[in-house]
C-alpha cells in the first residue's frame, strides 16, 4: 500500500508562482506514476500531469503545458509540482495519485490517492 500527502497549497495573489509537494511512503517503488490532479469548485476531478518514477519522464495534458512543471525526488519520495503565472481559475483542490502502471494515472483510476492540498488564487 502508497500513502501520499500533499502540501504546498494555500492562498495565493495571481501571477505568482506556487510549489506543491507530494510524499509518497509505503510500498512504492521506481516502477510507479506518479500523478497530479485537481477539483475546482463545482467541477469534476481533471488530472493535470504525471511522471514516471523511475526514467523521470513527464506527461502533461495540453491545458498546462507550459504553466506546469511536474518533477520528482527519488531520494526524498516526492513528486512536485510548480504552477507559474496563477490565475484564479486555478483555484481547486489539487490531489497526487499513484499507481503501478500509467494509464490509471492517466485516467483517473490509480491505486492510491492523497487527501488533497487547497490552493485559493485571489485577484
Known amino acids: 500500500q502508497v500513502q501520499l500527502v500533499e502540501s504546498g497549497g494555500g492562498v495565493v495573489q495571481a501571477g505568482t508562482s506556487l510549489r506543491l509537494s507530494c510524499a509518497a511512503s509505503?510500498?512504492?517503488?521506481?516502477?510507479?506514476?506518479v500523478g497530479w490532479f485537481r477539483q475546482g469548485p463545482g467541477m469534476e476531478r481533471e488530472f493535470l500531469a504525471g511522471?514516471?518514477?523511475?526514467?523521470?519522464?513527464?506527461y502533461y495534458v495540453d491545458s498546462v503545458k507550459g504553466r506546469f512543471t511536474i518533477s520528482r525526488d527519488n531520494a526524498k519520495n516526492t513528486v512536485y509540482l510548480e504552477i507559474h503565472t496563477l490565475k484564479p481559475d486555478d483555484t481547486a483542490v489539487y490531489y497526487c495519485?499513484?499507481?503501478?502502471?500509467?494509464?490509471?494515472?492517466?485516467?483517473?483510476?490509480?491505486?492510491?490517492w492523497g487527501q488533497g492540498t487547497q490552493v485559493t488564487v485571489s485577484s
Open positions: 511522471i514516471l518514477l523511475g526514467v523521470g519522464t513527464p
Open positions: 509505503g510500498r512504492i517503488s521506481s516502477d510507479y506514476t
Open positions: 495519485a499513484a499507481d503501478r502502471r500509467f494509464a490509471p494515472v492517466l485516467n483517473g483510476t490509480p491505486g492510491s
